[in-house]
C-alpha cells in the first residue's frame, strides 16, 4: 500500500495506487435544500445512458429520502455497522478508512448487494423520522424529517473501485478525473461492485462486465453540464473543476463554496475516497446525523448557509446554480447581478441576485375580479 494525502481526512492514508492527480478535477455541489425528490435528474440519466438490456435496474443517478431511503438496500448502513467507531478529533479523522480496514487478502472493507437489495429503487421514499404514527407531530416543536439525497458517482481522487478491480480496467482519466471502466478488459469479477462504498458500479448480467457513471464526459469535453445537471428541474446543481485546498482559487465557483466558504461538504469522508460531489446540507436534520454524513465541519457549514442573506458574495454565487447548460468555470458579482464565465474569462451567463417581486392586487379592476390567494 502506498502512501497518499486525502485533505478531506486531514491526514495521509494508505491507498492501494501510489497519488497521481489529474491534471483538473470534475466536482460538483448539490444544494440539498433545494431539491424537490422529483426525480427528473435519475431520468434524464436512465433515458440516456441506461435503457438497454441488463441495464433495467441501474440507476447511476438516483434521489433517495433519508434517512429511510436507500438504493441499493441500506448501501451506508451496512458499510457503517462494519466500520464500527468512526472517530474525528476536531477536522481530523483518526478511524481507519475501508482502505485501512480492509480484511487480510483484500484491497477494500466491502460487501456484495444481492438481487433483492436492488428491489426497490425508491424505498422509504418521503417516510420521515420520529414517531409520526405515535403523535410526536402533533407537537411543537417536532423532530420529523426527511430530506432527499441525490446521489452520482463522485468520480472520487481515490476511488475504491479503482483500487479493487484485479484487472486494472478502471482508470482515472488525467483531463478531467473521470472514473471509468474500460469494457474491453472488464471480465465481471465485480470486485468494483463490492468496494464502491456508495454502490456506483452496477454488474450487467447481460453483457457480462461492470457499467458505471460516465460524468457525461461526451458534454464535459465540450464545456457542458452533464445531463441531470442540465435537466435538474430544483435548480441545485453546479458542475465545474476543483482544486486541492492549498490552491483554492476565489473566481472558481467549486473551490469558493468547498474550500473558502466551506459550505459544501463531501458525503461520507471517513470513508477516505475523497469524492468530488459536495453537498450543502439540509438545515432542519439533527446535527448528530448530518455530522456522521458529512464530517465535522457540517455545523459551520450549516451557519454560514443560513448567514447567507448577509454574505453578497455567497448570496450571489448560490444564484449561479442551474442558472446554464455551459460549465461555470470563472464567477464574480456585478452590482446585483452575477457573471458566469468560460475557463478563458468569456460571460455565458448574468442573473440578478434578487429577482424583481410583482404583488398583484386583491382585486383586478381590468377585469372586475377578486383573487382569492392575495393577502
Ligand atoms: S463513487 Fe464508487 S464508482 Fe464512483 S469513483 Fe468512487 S468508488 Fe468508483
Ligand atoms: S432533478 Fe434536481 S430537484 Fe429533481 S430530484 Fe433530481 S436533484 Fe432533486
Redesign the pocket.
Known sequence: MARVNNWQIQREMAYWYPEKRPRRQFAAV?DIN?????????LACKTTWTSGKGQEYMLWNN?ESKPYGFYPLAWDLKLLQMMGTQRWVGNRYVGQTIFEAAPTATRVMGWQPQERDYAYPNVGEDDCAGMVDRGLGLHVPHMAWFF?L?RICNHCTFPACLAACPRGSIYKRQEDGIVLIDQSRCHGYQECVRACPYKKTFFNPLGGTSEKCIGCYPKLEQGLQPQ?FL????K??LAGWINPPSQADHENPIDFLVHIKKVAKPLFPQFGLEPNVYYIPPVHVPINFLRQMFGPGVEDALKTYAQAHEDPDLQALLCLLGCTERIVARWRRRGKTVVGASEQGQEIVRVPIKEPVYIRPAFDEKYGIARVNCP
Open positions: 448539490f433545494k431539491c424537490i425528490g422529483c426525480q427528473t435528474c435519475t434521489v432527499y441525490a441531470c435537466n435538474c428541474i430544483g441545485i446543481r
